[in-house]
């Protein structure tokens, strides 16, 4: 049976937040300051020669899916970093030893990382306005793709830094799973141009689901089902959930 110690749940979370915030300028600023940096690159580059994507502004079309892939880069970081680092360091034993069960340490775990890559998803919201008149189609669409890929990725930045024995294997799933499943989602382009090939790759893509729904949360327009992504996005995430308990339950490479 699951045990819901509120009180421990919220603790461990407090201090994920408190952990990240310390460091907010590279945690929180610098993601902001990259999506900024990729906007102005594509918008410089593109602007000339391509001004529209499915008859919506490239800057607006682009700027959706910088949002998401801020949040979901930095979900997955802070999952993979903060575990890492406990177990690097030998201090993982303080929170293995806390009156905490496993399905608390997972929830713990992972909403800390929902909670940073939300508040790097608003920081980087807030900075793109300035440059890019973004409205809100759907806010239900809105709250459930932030929620959707931020627990995507937190359980997998668990899961990585709970099996990772050194910080090379944490940058490898960063650099070579990451980065190019991230790139290859749509962030900046429809799908719908690519060769049958990419995608069908696209849509085999959980990465893919999560922007595609955040800019139709924005722009109102899909590159596929809404219902269909969502409920692969929903079967993945209880998957995930599943494992990252289980990890803790047997305590994979936490407990000697």
Request: charged share 10%; aromatic share 18%.
């Amino acid at each position: 049976m699951f045990s819901y110690n509120y009180l421990c749940i919220f603790t461990l979370f407090k201090k994920e937040v408190f952990r990240f915030l310390k460091v907010g300028i590279q945690t929180v600023v610098g993601p902001a300051i990259s999506s900024l940096l990729f906007l102005a690159v594509f918008s410089l580059a593109l602007g000339r020669s391509v001004n529209q994507i499915n008859n919506v502004n490239l800057a607006e079309f682009i700027a959706p899916g910088l949002i998401m892939m801020t949040m979901l880069q930095n979900s997955f970081a802070n999952g993979a970093s903060s575990i890492g680092q406990s177990k690097f360091q030998g201090n993982i034993v303080d929170v293995l030893m806390a009156p905490l069960s496993d399905f608390e340490l997972a929830i713990g775990y992972i909403f800390g990382s929902i909670a940073r890559g939300v508040i790097c998803g608003l920081v980087t919201f807030f900075a793109i306005l300035f440059f890019v008149p973004l409205s809100i189609y759907s806010y239900s669409a809105l709250f459930f793709y932030t929620l959707m890929g931020c627990f995507m990725m937190g359980s997998m930045g668990v899961m990585v830094g709970i099996w990772a024995d050194k910080w090379d294997q944490q940058q490898g799933i960063t650099n070579f799973i990451v980065l190019p499943l991230t790139f290859l989602s749509g962030t900046f382009y429809s799908i719908s141009r690519l060769p049958e090939f990419w995608q069908n790759f696209a849509l085999i893509n959980p990465f893919f689901y999560n922007i595609d729904g955040l800019r139709y949360s924005f722009i109102g327009k899909s590159d596929t089902h809404l219902l269909y992504g969502a409920l692969i996005l929903m079967l993945l995430n209880i998957c995930l959930f599943f494992l990252c308990y289980l990890m803790f339950k047997k305590g994979y490479k936490l407990k000697s």
